[in-house]
């Protein structure tokens, strides 16, 4: 793909999504009323990952890079400005190869007139911000495909920002854990259970349908979860683990290494681990498919009656892990900080799942969002002990 052609070439105003726009009310055009552009965002283009980062206005303006990454090689830069001219605003930018080679010459800029504001669009002549909330934003763009036709191009990007909220604190076991349903190891008998208890997507539910309690461990080589899942009925339709694997009863393990939140949907700063019944452990791979990450994460499962006990040992792996060349799991220490959620699947009889019923009460899960921005994560932080 040539990147300078595809990007910025043809760049024309985006017709019939805006049209909605123009009976909104529109703001003044100052800076202030779209500083919620402002801060750290990723998201996927062109085939890999992007990363925008806006300062605040101040003095008449605000500043912005922007990089391109794909298969981990960076392919083009930007330095981007908003200011104001003419009691109006501007947007104006230059490209740069990945050695700061420009594209443009020493005195061009590609320049966007502001159109128009309201409280959740920036529209300006060839290039539009949309507020999906404040944590997500999109941008929309017209640019020329290969064939030379028109097409009107969305980038979805999440900010990286990941509130504070209080760590849990997970204890250390000081003996070797046996990955067998038993839970007989002595750090199982002392540690408290955590809820699953929040509902995320779909139906209220009652608790002679469902109720879910957890405990977590750790030692160096990896972290350790329990599991207990009271429910009536589990159903594992599909035998093909990479097919809707999120339609079954499954559960799912939300794991940030380096805790630091962010888009993380087509790649590996965090992952979203569903494990079914039969142990496959799933995750969006990097291709944008499905695929099989069972060597991350040993599990034993026992029932009896509508009582599942899980017992998982999961290793933990940084934001450098890659699908083609796998990567060593990092070794655990005292004070480190991971992002952390679980949830359960649960579907008693139906084509698609019937409620996802979570460990965090964060909006964002609510929002579906927990697969795509590793930001609504929990905390956790390891600890020799309480």
Known sequence: ????????????????FFCQAQKETKLEPKLENISWISGTWHGEAFGGQTEEIWSEPSDGSMMAT????????????EIEIIREVNNSLVLQ???????LKGWETKDETIDFPLKYITASKAVFEGMSFEKVSNNQMNIFVDIKNDMGDIETVEFKYYRKIKPYNKPTVVRKSTSEISIDGLANEPIWQTVAWQAIDQLWLGDTFTKDDF???????????ALYLLAEIRDDVLLDQNKDPLKAWWDDDCLEIFLDENNNGGN???????????????????????DKTGKLYNSHIDSKRITKG???????KILVYDESYSDQSAGTPVQLAPNKKMGFALAYCDNDNSEHRENFIGSSNNEGFKQDLGWKNASVFGTLILKEKD
């Open 1 to 16: 793909m040539n990147f300078k052609t595809t990007y910025f070439i043809v760049i024309l105003s985006i017709s019939s």
């Open 66 to 77: 922007f990089k391109l990454t794909v298969d981990g090689k960076v392919q083009f830069y």
């Open 93 to 99: 930018l230059k490209h740069f190869n990945n050695d």
């Open 211 to 221: 109720s879910g309690r957890y405990k977590l461990t750790w030692t160096e080589d």
């Open 264 to 286: 993380h949907q087509y790649n590996h700063s965090a992952f979203a681990y569903h494990v079914d019944l039969d142990g496959n452990v799933v995750d969006m791979a990097t």
């Open 306 to 312: 509508n009582i599942t006990t899980w017992e998982l």
